[in-house]
């Protein structure tokens, strides 16, 4: 891995890593402890951040792909039968999340009801984000989409602000 | 006396080399390889310097 184990006053050498992505899935931070002889610290931290994507997702793909197969095994079947909570945490949860490409449910909360559930059926364009609801081709029924509604933004908190 | 003188010399010297000491340099320890996919290589190299006026020498890379 090092160009050479011995470096002369002065002298500049390299430390290549490989890291082997196969099976790895998901935010992976790798550290390299570097053991030498200079006294005043003999242990030094190499640090590797990387963000690996499996094969499948990988590539670009158009919102309502998730519905389909081979996607729609993980992305809607996860959700059958469930509703409001764990609904969210089948379908939504991957993409609504901190770090995640869209708000978590704390963010979501600032908007109005009827924006909520006009995003969450029509979908919103140009976004990752598709239409859920039949009418746009997407999965739920009208009950499970009021379902996830009121989840997100309880229709109590509605009359205190 | 300049028997004396060499010999202090060397003394001197001898004793600067027995306080030599190697630093290890690294710019930049932390690297990020951003959003990669599961075929990529994920592959880096790390520039070291010695910065010391000791030999510097590498006992054990371990990965965790």
């Known amino acids: 891995m090092a ?3 011995h470096l002369k006053p002065g002298q500049k050498g390299e430390i290549k890593v490989t890291v082997d992505l196969r099976g790895k899935f998901g935010a992976i931070v790798k550290t390299i402890q570097v053991i030498t002889n200079d ?3 003999r242990r030094t931290n190499l640090l590797m951040k990387m963000r690996v994507k499996d094969l499948i997702h990988a590539r ?5 792909e998730i519905f389909k197969a081979p996607c729609r095994g993980c992305h809607v079947e996860r959700g059958n039968s469930q509703k409001k909570f764990s609904l969210f945490m089948s379908d939504c949860i991957m993409c609504h ?3 995640r490409s869209a708000l978590p449910v704390s963010g979501m909360q600032a908007k109005a009801r009827e924006e909520i559930e006009k995003a969450l059926r029509e979908g919103i364009r140009k976004t990752s984000m598709p239409g859920w609801d039949a009418k746009h081709g997407g999965p739920l029924t009208d009950e499970e989409i009021r379902g996830l509604v009121d989840y997100i933004k309880p229709a109590a908190r509605r009359s205190r602000n | ?4 003188y060499f010999l202090t010399l060397f003394l001197i010297l001898a004793a600067s080399s027995a306080y030599a000491s190697p630093v290890l340099h690294i710019d930049k320890p932390q ?3 951003g959003t990669i996919s599961q075929d990529d290589k994920a592959e880096h190299v790390f520039e070291i310097e010695n910065r010391g006026d000791g030999e510097l020498i590498i006992e054990k890379l371990t990965p965790s």
């Open chain 1, 97 to 99: 999340n901190e770090g």
């Open chain 1, 60 to 64: 670009k793909y158009e919102a309502d």
């Open chain 2, 1 to 4: 006396m300049a028997k004396t």
């Open chain 2, 31 to 33: 690297f990020d390889f």
């Open chain 1, 39 to 41: 006294p005043l610290r």
């Open chain 1, 3 to 5: 160009s050479s184990d």
